[in-house]
């Protein structure tokens, strides 16, 4: 994190009463122009660092930095930054034309360029044809849409997007995706996205700050964070789902003891049937398609593999070889 | 599987004896007699004629109509900020607060009137009108915040955020985007509120004097004296004028989900 | 998430006008009043109390109005427990005229509604009228300015308190659970008593806490059809304030009907919290 961060949040610490914090000691950087998600299940903080950024919730301690300036306690009207909720929030009594409006209508920009710039918002959203209907007469999708062009029409420094797709449905919300993406790209605009989901995460973000209790327990590229998990806690939520302890399984998979690791951990697809020095017996066996999916039973514990259709000939009950290769396994602290 | 009748028998009983007075009043007002008698062995309108002659109601009608109003808004001005500040802030005893505004409720309201007259208007030394407004508007508190309240309980607060991030300031975000969505909740509770303190008795009825009268206690001064139909036909009009009145606001504003 | 932000100077300066309105304008007077029963001669006493149960005039009206409140609470909660279960189960068309019927009472002056018992009640009123011709009985009942007709005018007037309480509560009974009584082999009356009853308690609390200090406060019903002989309460409340000037008194009564009132509310709402946090 260095001083040329677009947005910069230091040593901040949140909390909704006087108890317990939610958020403790955060430090973040995000860069000008860039997506960054910040992923992590329910109650991890995510949703409240967010809110704190827009100025919804003052923090007990720490800072927050935008384009140089402090705007720690700057009130939520003042900071020019949007907002994209998960229930959409919007006006209810009002047009599509007029929610878009409504920001633009608090700065008091003039009439022309105001219908101007509405409707360019909502040709890049494809609703220009929608912008006299009200929110109860639109779908989710639609609404959706419209709580985004209302966000970005007031050219705001940052976007900042709470679990907006998680109320559509799977196809809609792939869909959503991709046109998110491309805004963001066409408008230069700095995203902050809030999510759950990590395949969402993986898809859309340059970078992804994964969150734990109110902490960061790692951040990196898509890339970096998906192939190289640190924690067990990132490599279970990223999907690396046989996680072993070191000490355990060290021997027999032919990896050093030690080295300040705790743990070791493999992605299913990384698991080798067929052949190996490991004895292990399909407790279950799942069909998926393209793939199939093993759950087998060892003497370390349970292990899931996934291989193709045509290498998938065993059955559940039946004893069979495997190995976890030592190049393939992710070694984690904690 | 056989469904017993009791209830809806009992229902039917309950709901004849609620409505069937009405129905007695309703014929009496067209009643030709001259006196009370049920039923009327002919009908005209001169109980309507006399009603609009007797001084007495077209004066307690015109005090009734405008403490109605006037207490209704007072009540509405300073029981909406009451519902908003509840709903929306931490605020230390609360509960207290909020016994205290519903005290005007609990308290019998005979009581209230009689406190209001003794040390209000006659030991203070204020108008009786004041004490009856006082009296009034501390009753439809109660109401206009609990309604208000319901009404605003089901708007999201994320809407009010929105509009924050937007750049609306605390102002400007209530009478933009707050205020027009509990509209119904607002008109509801007005609605309760005036017809509440047009039928008023108790509070009313120690806060009687020259010129100072609501139109119910003259009705019942009136039927201390007189025992003809001329009552019947009041209430008929104005069963009529409630009836009406609601049902006028109800497709304006459409208020019965807040009911 | 909390959904409140901490109390801020925003949120009192919403708050003061109401609550100094009330402060101000409408606490002192009535806790003066309460407190002038306490004032015997130049100190304080119950002195005040002691003279008015005393009487047993005073005594027996206090007694009356409580067994008629009494009354009329177990009436309406009899007649109206069936009546709110048929409210539930009428077909939902009918369901808003119905309610609207309910409501109607509730709209107009008790001034209208006691007067129609005085038309129907009367001597020479409807019910009179029809006993004596169709022969059942040789002269007219003497009902109105007995407690017999406070009783019936009340019920009427508290009715819809108590109706619209149960059927509030039973609209709030969790969807499928009638059905899911019936599934298991129910009887009708097995499903009101083990499932019905013990679910919409609270609402029979507070109809019946309506009711009850509605009847204990209520003026018109016993002024217009009790007549002198039937003094209940607020009648007694009157006269002592409007008619002798007997102010001692009149702060006495009204000290005796907010403490029973306000007991009535503590005691039964007290407990029907107690049951609901256990449940």
Same mark, same amino acid.
């Given at each position: 994190?260095?001083?040329?961060?677009?947005?910069?949040?230091?040593?901040?610490?949140?909390?909704?009463?006087?108890?317990?914090?939610?958020?403790?000691?955060?430090?973040?950087?995000?860069?000008?122009?860039?997506?960054?998600?910040?992923?992590?299940?329910?109650?991890?903080?995510?949703?409240?660092?967010?809110?704190?950024?827009?100025?919804?919730?003052?923090?007990?301690?720490?800072?927050?930095?935008?384009?140089?300036?402090?705007?720690?306690?700057?009130?939520?009207?003042?900071?020019?930054?949007?907002?994209?909720?998960?229930?959409?929030?919007?006006?209810?009594?009002?047009?599509?034309?007029?929610?878009?409006?409504?920001?633009?209508?608090?700065?008091?920009?003039?009439?022309?360029?105001?219908?101007?710039?509405?409707?360019?918002?909502?040709?890049?959203?494809?609703?220009?044809?929608?912008?006299?209907?009200?929110?109860?007469?639109?779908?989710?999708?639609?609404?959706?849409?419209?709580?985004?062009?209302?966000?970005?029409?007031?050219?705001?420094?940052?976007?900042?997007?709470?679990?907006?797709?998680?109320?559509?449905?799977?196809?809609?919300?792939?869909?959503?995706?991709?046109?998110?993406?491309?805004?963001?790209?066409?408008?230069?605009?700095?995203?902050?996205?809030?999510?759950?989901?990590?395949?969402?995460?993986?898809?859309?973000?340059?970078?992804?700050?994964?969150?734990?209790?109110?902490?960061?327990?790692?951040?990196?590229?898509?890339?970096?964070?998906?192939?190289?998990?640190?924690?067990?806690?990132?490599?279970?939520?990223?999907?690396?789902?046989?996680?072993?302890?070191?000490?355990?399984?060290?021997?027999?998979?032919?990896?050093?003891?030690?080295?300040?690791?705790?743990?070791?951990?493999?992605?299913?697809?990384?698991?080798?049937?067929?052949?190996?020095?490991?004895?292990?017996?399909?407790?279950?066996?799942?069909?998926?398609?393209?793939?199939?999916?093993?759950?087998?039973?060892?003497?370390?514990?349970?292990?899931?593999?996934?291989?193709?259709?045509?290498?998938?000939?065993?059955?559940?009950?039946?004893?069979?070889?495997?190995?976890?290769?030592?190049?393939?396994?992710?070694?984690?602290?904690? | 599987?056989?469904?017993?009748?009791?209830?809806?028998?009992?229902?039917?009983?309950?709901?004849? $004896?609620?409505?069937?007075?009405?129905?007695?009043?309703?014929?009496?007002?067209?009643?030709?007699?001259?006196?009370?008698? $049920?039923?009327?062995?002919?009908?005209?309108?001169?109980?309507?004629?006399?009603?609009?002659?007797?001084?007495? $109601?077209?004066?307690?009608?015109?005090?009734?109509?405008?403490?109605?109003?006037?207490?209704?808004?007072?009540?509405?001005?300073?029981?909406?900020?009451?519902?908003?500040?509840?709903?929306?802030?931490?605020?230390?005893?609360?509960?207290?607060?909020?016994?205290?505004?519903?005290?005007?409720?609990?308290?019998?309201?005979?009581?209230?009137?009689?406190?209001?007259?003794?040390?209000?208007?006659?030991?203070?030394?204020?108008?009786?009108?004041?004490?009856?407004?006082?009296?009034?508007?501390?009753?439809?508190?109660?109401?206009?915040?609990?309604?208000?309240?319901?009404?605003?309980?089901?708007?999201?607060? @994320?809407?009010?955020?929105?509009?924050?991030?937007?750049?609306?300031?605390?102002?400007?975000?209530?009478?933009?985007?707050?205020?027009?969505?509990?509209?119904?909740?607002?008109?509801?509770?007005?609605?309760?509120?005036?017809?509440?303190?047009?039928?008023?008795?108790?509070?009313?009825?120690?806060?009687?004097?020259?010129?100072?009268?609501?139109?119910?206690?003259?009705?019942?001064?009136?039927?201390?004296?007189?025992? @003809?139909?001329?009552?019947?036909?009041?209430?008929?009009?104005?069963?009529?004028?409630?009836?009406?009145?609601?049902?006028?606001?109800?497709?304006?504003?459409?208020?019965?989900?807040?009911? | 998430?909390?959904?409140?932000?901490?109390?801020?100077?925003?949120?009192?300066?919403?708050?003061?006008?109401?609550?100094?309105?009330?402060?101000?304008?409408?606490?002192?007077?009535?806790?003066?009043?309460?407190?002038?029963?306490?004032?015997?001669?130049?100190?304080?006493?119950?002195?005040?109390?002691?003279?008015?149960?005393?009487?047993?005039?005073?005594?027996?009206?206090?007694?009356?109005?409580?067994?008629?409140?009494?009354?009329?609470?177990?009436?309406?909660?009899?007649?109206?427990?069936?009546?709110?279960?048929?409210?539930?189960?009428?077909?939902?068309?009918?369901?808003?005229?119905?309610?609207?019927?309910?409501?109607?009472?509730?709209?107009?002056?008790?001034?209208?509604?006691?007067?129609?018992?005085?038309?129907?009640?009367?001597?020479?009123?409807?019910?009179?009228?029809?006993?004596?011709?169709?022969?059942?009985?040789?002269?007219?009942?003497?009902?109105?300015?007995?407690?017999?007709?406070?009783?019936?005018?009340?019920?009427?007037?508290?009715?819809?308190?108590?109706?619209?309480?149960?059927?509030?509560?039973?609209?709030?009974?969790?969807?499928?659970?009638?059905?899911?009584?019936?599934?298991?082999?129910?009887?009708?009356?097995?499903?009101?008593?083990?499932?019905?009853?013990?679910?919409?308690?609270?609402?029979?609390?507070?109809?019946?806490?309506?009711?009850?200090?509605?009847?204990?406060?209520?003026?018109?019903?016993?002024?217009?059809?009790?007549?002198?002989?039937?003094?209940?309460?607020?009648?007694?409340?009157?006269?002592?304030?409007?008619?002798?000037?007997?102010?001692?008194?009149?702060?006495?009564?009204?000290?005796?009907?907010?403490?029973?009132?306000?007991?009535?509310?503590?005691?039964?709402?007290?407990?029907?919290?107690?049951?609901?946090?256990?449940?």
């Amino acid at each position: 994190m260095n001083m040329s961060d677009f947005l910069s949040l230091e040593n901040l610490t949140l909390a909704y009463t006087k108890g317990t914090a939610v958020v403790e000691g955060l430090h973040l950087g995000v860069a000008e122009g860039e997506l960054v998600s910040l992923l992590g299940p329910s109650g991890c903080g995510k949703t409240t660092t967010m809110r704190a950024i827009a100025g919804l919730l003052v923090p007990r301690a720490g800072t927050v930095h935008l384009a140089g300036q402090d705007i720690t306690h700057l009130p939520a009207n003042k900071r020019d930054i949007g907002l994209v909720f998960q229930s959409y929030a919007l006006f209810p009594h009002l047009s599509t034309f007029e929610n878009v409006a409504f920001g633009l209508r608090m700065r008091r920009v003039g009439k022309d360029e105001l219908a101007h710039r509405v409707m360019e918002a909502l040709r890049t959203v494809g609703l220009a044809d929608f912008a006299e209907r009200l929110p109860a007469q639109l779908s989710g999708g639609q609404q959706q849409r419209v709580a985004l062009a209302r966000a970005f029409v007031i050219r705001p420094r940052l976007l900042l997007l709470d679990e907006p797709l998680s109320n559509l449905d799977a196809k809609l919300r792939l869909e959503m995706r991709a046109e998110l993406r491309r805004i963001q790209r066409e408008l230069g605009i700095t995203m902050l996205y809030v999510t759950h989901d990590q395949g969402e995460a993986l898809a859309l973000s340059d970078r992804i700050v994964i969150m734990r209790l109110g902490k960061i327990e790692q951040m990196g590229t898509p890339e970096e964070v998906y192939a190289k998990p640190k924690t067990s806690f990132v490599a279970q939520f990223m999907g690396w789902d046989n996680l072993y302890p070191l000490e355990t399984i060290a021997g027999v998979v032919g990896l050093p003891a030690s080295a300040g690791y705790t743990h070791a951990s493999w992605r299913p697809e990384a698991v080798l049937i067929g052949s190996g020095n490991l004895q292990g017996r399909v407790l279950a066996r799942t069909y998926q398609g393209q793939s199939v999916e093993y759950l087998l039973e060892s003497p370390f514990g349970s292990v899931k593999a996934v291989v193709a259709v045509e290498q998938a000939q065993w059955h559940e009950g039946q004893t069979l070889n495997f190995a976890l290769p030592a190049e393939k396994a992710a070694l984690l602290k904690g | 599987m056989r469904e017993s009748r009791f209830p809806i028998v009992m229902l039917g009983m309950a709901l004849l $004896f609620l409505v069937g007075p009405f129905v007695v009043v309703f014929i009496s007002a067209f009643s030709g007699d001259r006196t009370l008698a $049920f039923p009327p062995s002919s009908f005209s309108l001169q109980w309507f004629a006399k009603v609009l002659t007797v001084e007495a $109601f077209q004066a307690s009608f015109v005090t009734s109509m405008w403490l109605g109003v006037l207490s209704t808004l007072l009540a509405l001005l300073m029981g909406i900020p009451v519902a908003y500040a509840l709903a929306r802030y931490q605020v230390p005893g609360a509960e207290v607060i909020r016994v205290i505004l519903t005290s005007p409720l609990i308290l019998p309201a005979l009581v209230v009137g009689l406190a209001l007259l003794r040390y209000f208007v006659l030991i203070g030394n204020n108008s009786i009108s004041f004490g009856l407004l006082i009296g009034h508007t501390a009753l439809l508190l109660p109401y206009a915040v609990r309604v208000v309240s319901a009404s605003l309980a089901n708007l999201s607060r @994320d809407i009010e955020d929105a509009a924050h991030s937007l750049g609306a300031n605390r102002l400007q975000t209530f009478f933009r985007v707050v205020l027009p969505n509990i509209r119904g909740g607002v008109a509801a509770a007005g609605v309760l509120a005036f017809i509440t303190s047009f039928n008023q008795v108790p509070v009313s009825l120690f806060l009687t004097g020259p010129g100072v009268s609501t139109l119910p206690i003259q009705m019942l001064l009136y039927m201390e004296y007189t025992y @003809d139909p001329t009552i019947a036909a009041l209430s008929t009009l104005l069963i009529l004028f409630s009836i009406l009145f609601v049902l006028l606001t109800e497709r304006l504003l459409g208020i019965s989900k807040y009911v | 998430m909390l959904s409140q932000s901490p109390a801020r100077l925003a949120a009192w300066i919403l708050l003061s006008p109401a609550l100094l309105f009330v402060a101000v304008f409408f606490l002192p007077p009535v806790i003066a009043l309460l407190l002038e029963s306490f004032h015997v001669g130049q100190t304080y006493g119950l002195q005040n109390y002691l003279t008015f149960f005393a009487d047993d005039f005073n005594r027996e009206v206090y007694w009356r109005t409580l067994w008629i409140s009494l009354l009329v609470t177990l009436v309406s909660a009899l007649v109206c427990y069936p009546a709110a279960y048929a409210v539930l189960k009428i077909n939902p068309r009918w369901r808003g005229l119905i309610i609207g019927l309910i409501i109607l009472p509730l709209m107009t002056s008790p001034v209208a509604r006691t007067y129609t018992w005085l038309v129907v009640l009367g001597r020479e009123g409807i019910v009179n009228k029809s006993l004596v011709e169709t022969g059942l009985l040789q002269e007219p009942l003497r009902i109105l300015f007995t407690e017999w007709a406070v009783f019936i005018g009340l019920l009427q007037l508290m009715m819809p308190l108590m109706l619209l309480s149960l059927v509030s509560a039973m609209e709030n009974l969790p969807k499928d659970v009638v059905p899911a009584a019936r599934s298991l082999g129910a009887s009708e009356g097995q499903v009101f008593w083990r499932v019905i009853l013990p679910l919409t308690r609270e609402g029979l609390v507070v109809g019946g806490t309506l009711v009850f200090t509605g009847c204990v406060t209520a003026y018109v019903t016993p002024a217009l059809l009790g007549g002198p002989r039937v003094t209940m309460l607020a009648t007694l409340l009157y006269q002592k304030a409007g008619v002798t000037v007997d102010y001692a008194a009149a702060a006495v009564i009204s000290a005796v009907m907010l403490l029973t009132t306000l007991l009535v509310n503590f005691l039964l709402r007290g407990r029907a919290v107690k049951t609901a946090r256990a449940a």
